[in-house]
């Protein structure tokens, strides 16, 4: 691990744990045992780690399971393999709730940077469930609204998921395709 | 309304716009043309004052719905009815978000207080989904990831939904509530 990366991780637990108002570059320095200088070397300000952070999580997490649910023609796959992956990622690690808590403190450029990523996951699902719709494979209701129910289960779990014992994942993500696809589901 | 109620009101937008630990109480208090001392006469710390706004929401908004969700009899109309209440006060009011936000910001005790709001939720989604499944009205699926969905479903509103529009509450309630309820529903 390169040290811009070890920087990026070990941030991302201060943000957690004390907040981004609360956590000044000084104190991310001497917890990495870096001068101010150094710091400020790889980050330029605090608003930049924090963009960084962001960023990284969505590299390394996000774009890859965005890229391969886009490959899947049958919309139905699609947003199975979607909402499953996506409620790893939630499962996995708890720094993607940073997106969430502290993204009013992004530039407005940042923000908007950030903003079409979550316009990407709406658009993937609201678009997929549209494509069920015209098929006869999902009833009529709302597909925004759908799209954000499923968001919304999947994103809901960096509130309330036990970071520390591992394991039941696939147990969650089963629950959650299950509940969402029975209930967008056209029923005969 | 009296003066006590005008500040909860107030600051609860600030904490909103600025977030609690950019927010001192001199600020408040200019905001509100009071003097430090009367701001403090009401409020003895922000902390207290955070406390008395998350209260204030929830004996407002949340404590009535869930009265009467559990004088309902039958599980299913008693999740139907929550659940669509439920999404309602999230649609209404973006200042439940600071209860999400800042709770890390409240002390020990009224953490643990705050607590016990999100575990009635809880209990009572579960315990209805439990109570399905023993009738054969919902299917044999983990009842505790079931409850979080649906919290989740309805929780998350408070982060997309357009508060400068109005009136589409009962649509999104509708859709929640329909895609929750097939999507737990023991198909014949």
Same mark, same amino acid.
């Given at each position: 691990?390169?040290?811009?990366? %070890? #920087?990026? &991780? ?8 004390? *907040?981004?108002?609360?956590? !000044?570059?000084?104190?991310? =320095? *001497? ?15 605090? /608003?930049?780690?924090?963009?960084? #952070?962001? @960023?990284?999580? @969505? ?7 965005? /890229?391969?649910?886009?490959?899947? !023609?049958? !919309?139905?796959?699609? #947003? +199975?393999?979607?909402? %499953? ?6 499962? /996995? ?11 009013? +403190?992004? @530039? !407005? &450029?940042?923000?908007? /940077?950030?903003?079409? @990523?979550? +316009? ?12 069920? &719709? =015209?098929? *006869?494979? =999902? ?6 609204? =759908? $799209?954000? $129910? ?14 520390? %014992?591992? *394991? ?15 209930? #967008?589901?056209?029923?005969?």
């Amino acid at each position: 691990m390169d040290s811009k990366e %070890r #920087i990026l &991780q070990a941030t991302a637990k201060m943000f957690l744990d004390r *907040g981004y108002d609360s956590t !000044p570059m000084s104190f991310i =320095a *001497g917890e990495l045992s870096l001068s101010k200088g150094g710091l400020y070397h790889h980050f330029p300000s605090k /608003e930049i780690l924090l963009f960084d #952070i962001i @960023n990284h999580i @969505n590299e390394k997490k996000f774009f890859p399971i965005y /890229e391969t649910a886009m490959t899947i !023609p049958d !919309p139905e796959k699609r #947003i +199975r393999y979607f909402l %499953r992956s996506f409620a790893k990622i939630m499962t /996995e690690d708890a720094s993607a709730r940073i997106s969430v808590h502290e993204a009013r +403190r992004l @530039n !407005p &450029q940042h923000l908007e /940077e950030l903003k079409k @990523n979550w +316009r990407m996951t709406y658009d993937l699902l609201k678009n997929s469930i549209c494509e069920m &719709q =015209a098929m *006869g494979k =999902a009833k009529k209701i709302n597909s925004a609204f =759908a $799209a954000f $129910a499923a968001i919304g289960m999947c994103s809901w779990t960096l509130y309330w998921f036990d970071y520390s %014992r591992e *394991g039941s994942w696939e147990e969650l993500s089963d629950a959650f395709v299950e509940i969402f696809m029975k209930g #967008i589901a056209e029923i005969e």
